[in-house]
């Protein structure tokens, strides 16, 4: 007996997700994790890096399912801060929690109800206009 993955399964999407958990996760088990020294960075640093997981899951499991991507995403962030308390020099924090939450519930939000927002994620990477011919693409050392 074989089950079958929905029509609408991605891998490559679901391999985005999994390199963004893993990434976060090893972050986090580190001792110290280097940044600036300003107060509550961190928080920004929480709220895009959830913001990021959140619109990756809503991508993998349909904009419709929004909320359900957001409580994945807020659970993740959870575990996580729970591991922290067993890393030497890391701390489990609530307010971390609920920037990693926050982050994952606009970001989800936005990519479901906001075309422009999802439509400017979406676009191919190479967007820039082609040179008509190879003088146009090459640059003069020479001044």
Request: aromatic residues 12%.
């Amino acid at each position: 007996m074989t089950m079958a993955l929905p029509e609408s399964f991605s891998l490559r999407r679901w391999a985005f997700v999994m390199a963004v958990a893993g990434l976060i996760v090893a972050a986090s088990s580190r001792g110290a994790v280097a940044g600036p020294q300003i107060d509550h960075f961190d928080k920004v640093v929480h709220f895009s890096v959830y913001g990021l997981l959140g619109t990756l899951v809503v991508r993998a499991v349909g904009r419709s399912r929004w909320v359900l991507a957001v409580l994945v995403v807020s659970l993740f962030g959870a575990s996580d801060e729970w591991h922290q308390s067993f890393v030497p020099g890391r701390s489990m924090e609530f307010a971390d929690w609920v920037a990693d939450t926050l982050g994952a519930a606009v970001a989800a939000f936005g990519y479901a109800r906001w075309s422009r927002y999802r439509e400017g994620l979406e676009r191919p990477v190479g967007f820039a206009r082609k040179p008509d011919n190879l003088a146009d693409a090459t640059v003069s050392l020479h001044g």
